[in-house]
């Protein structure tokens, strides 16, 4: 647990007037597998992403921008789906996937 005290940004610097906790989560690297194989296809992209998984059942695929800000949130239920980013900008995304109480964060990019 880290204990924040000042922020800094692109609108300056801060200070902040109560605790705040926050939690920070790595995302370089190779994922530990989740649960299920996950094969992302095809990446760059242009129009779908497609997604699939070894087994078929519900979790949620979430895509995020470069900002953090979800851009896209689909329920899957099915082993394979397909994300619409045709009408997104170019540039590079998240794919977060939960499944089994854990979640897996994969980079691609929308060209």
Same mark, same amino acid.
């Given at each position: 647990?880290? $204990?924040?005290?000042?922020?800094?940004?692109?609108? #300056?610097?801060?200070?902040?007037?109560?605790?705040?906790? +926050?939690?920070?989560?790595? +995302?370089?690297?190779?994922?530990?597998? @989740? #649960?299920?194989?996950?094969?992302?296809?095809?990446?760059? @992209?242009? =129009?779908?992403?497609?997604?699939?998984?070894?087994?078929?059942? @519900?979790?949620?695929?979430?895509?995020? =921008?470069?900002? *953090?800000? &979800?851009?896209? &949130?689909? %329920?899957?239920? &099915? %082993?394979?789906?397909? $994300? /619409? +980013?045709?009408? !997104?900008?170019? #540039?590079?995304? $998240? !794919?977060?996937? /939960?499944?089994? *109480?854990?979640? %897996?964060?994969?980079?691609?990019?929308?060209?």
């Amino acid at each position: 647990m880290y $204990l924040l005290e000042r922020v800094y940004g692109p609108c #300056g610097a801060g200070t902040l007037l109560a605790p705040a906790t +926050i939690m920070v989560t790595s +995302i370089l690297g190779m994922p530990e597998p @989740a #649960g299920s194989r996950v094969v992302i296809a095809p990446n760059p @992209a242009y =129009d779908h992403l497609k997604v699939k998984f070894e087994t078929a059942f @519900a979790r949620p695929l979430t895509l995020v =921008d470069s900002r *953090g800000i &979800t851009v896209r &949130t689909e %329920q899957v239920h &099915t %082993q394979e789906a397909s $994300l /619409e +980013i045709r009408s !997104l900008p170019s #540039g590079v995304y $998240l !794919l977060c996937i /939960e499944e089994n *109480g854990r979640r %897996q964060v994969y980079r691609v990019v929308k060209y």
